[in-house]
């Protein structure tokens, strides 16, 4: 193993509280935060590929909190804050204990869901961020495709505007 490889994560998830239930849906707070294999990822140029998708879009959990919501290593969830929603994978947090906290490396995925206000700082809000987590069948977008929903919502002329481009590219070189 390089210092790229990320360690496996172990599954140590154990539904062992017998007064608890499962739920559908965890409240829990949203931490972010920088990662050194995320940043192996980028600094590889690999942020368009699987690697990182793996690296940057998952929610590190408790194992508590994963029995919970009936989740293992590498399963998917939705986590939605007051910001967004975005589909990430899960998986046992290496700094557990932490029952009713998530983590999600700084990047794209958590982009999505935290607040764009700074507060004039010029830093969003990056901790402390309510949030909640179900389990989903959805898989988590690859960085590119997740660019491309989230920004294109806002371009209510994204399909003319690319039509456009390829018009102007057609048309370079002729005259009239």
Known sequence: MTYVDKPSV????????????????????LNTGGDIYQGACKK???TLKDEYRHASGTAYMD???MAKLGVKNWDTALVKTDW??????????????????IFICKG???N???????YCCCDPTYKGIDATIERTDKDPLLMADLMAEVYMKYDNDAEK????????????????
């Open 112 to 118: 999505v869901i935290v607040s764009p206000e700074t």
């Open 44 to 46: 590889r140029g690999s």
């Open 84 to 101: 967004g929603e975005v589909v990430v994978f899960v998986a046992h947090s290496r700094d557990a204990p932490h029952e009713g906290q």
């Open 10 to 29: 172990p599954n140590v998830v154990k539904f062992d509280e017998p007064m608890e239930t499962k739920r559908d849906k965890l409240e829990v707070m």
């Open 108 to 110: 794209p995925w958590a």
């Open 63 to 65: 194992p508590r909190d």
């Open 161 to 176: 505007s690319t039509n456009r481009l390829t018009d102007k590219r057609i048309n370079v070189g002729k005259t009239k």
